[in-house]
């Protein structure tokens, strides 16, 4: 079964910056969207951002989307999420996603997803 490898996280203090990196398998994910989702304690699981298979469209939860970047390089089958200014709130276990169908924010919409990686923001 096909999974995807995040790393990265840890434990931060508010106002540090972490980056997340998700590894895939090159052949099948050509055409794939990546997206990152977290999920709190007790919460539900939230879109975080996403980025297309060409680079040319991301889209972000408008919580983040001044803080952090979302990124892909292609010959490296590797996406990334710098996480910058982190704030208590964003303590979570971070996932990374696979979608196959437009750039979906929706988490439903994603096939194949990684065992994630927890970031804890401490003040």
């Known amino acids: 079964q096909v999974q995807l490898g995040e790393s990265g996280g840890g434990l931060v203090q508010a106002g540090d910056s972490l980056r997340l990196t998700c590894a895939y398998p090159g052949r099948g994910f050509e055409l794939a969207t990546m997206g990152w989702f977290r999920q709190a304690p007790g919460k539900e699981r939230e879109f975080v951002a996403a980025?297309?298979?060409?680079?040319?469209?991301?889209e972000y939860k408008d919580s983040v989307k001044d803080r952090f970047t979302i990124a892909r390089s292609i010959a490296k089958n590797t996406v990334y999420l710098q996480m910058n200014s982190l704030k208590l709130e964003d303590t979570a276990v971070y996932y990374c996603?696979?979608?196959?169908?437009?750039?979906?924010?929706?988490?439903?919409?994603?096939?194949?997803w990684g065992q994630g990686t927890q970031v804890t923001v401490s003040s």
């Open positions: 980025i297309s298979w060409s680079n040319s469209r991301t």
């Open positions: 996603a696979a979608a196959f169908t437009g750039v979906p924010s929706t988490g439903g919409k994603y096939e194949i």
